[in-house]
């Protein structure tokens, strides 16, 4: 996994607004723009995500439209959380119909974007899916 690190240790501050940028994501996002969203991020960009798993180079740039095509009704709400340096936290949640289930499915995540001028290098992703129709335990904690 890469080190935050941009452009060999430079001083790490935003070019952004960082609640605009949330913004501006969510818009996109919101409608579903595959290359609008793959533009966001620089040629050297990763993603991480899930159990150690992560997008880079074509894969990154096809990742939103594949989403987009599998999540057809996706609505979506991100929410700014707080920044520092060059990286803005922002936690969302969504809907979307299973394609081939045809449930509502639910979801809520929490993400870090890393930034090099106006651009995401890296992203981290941290999210939890499930049916609208199931009522999940509150136990807690979740191992899930």
Known sequence: MKISDDDNNKERVLSVDPVAFIREVEKIWQARDGA?????????????????????????????????????????????????????????ESRYTHPETGKCILERGAELFYLRGEKVYEHHMWQHSWPEDEVPKDAGFSTD
């Open 36 to 92: 609008m969203a793959a533009a966001g991020y620089t040629e050297d960009a990763v993603v991480y995500y899930g159990q150690g798993q992560s997008h880079a180079g074509e894969r990154l740039r096809n990742w939103p439209s594949r989403w987009f095509e599998y999540a057809r009704d996706l609505s979506i709400t991100k929410t700014y959380r707080g920044h520092h340096g060059n990286c803005i936290a922002g936690t969302w």
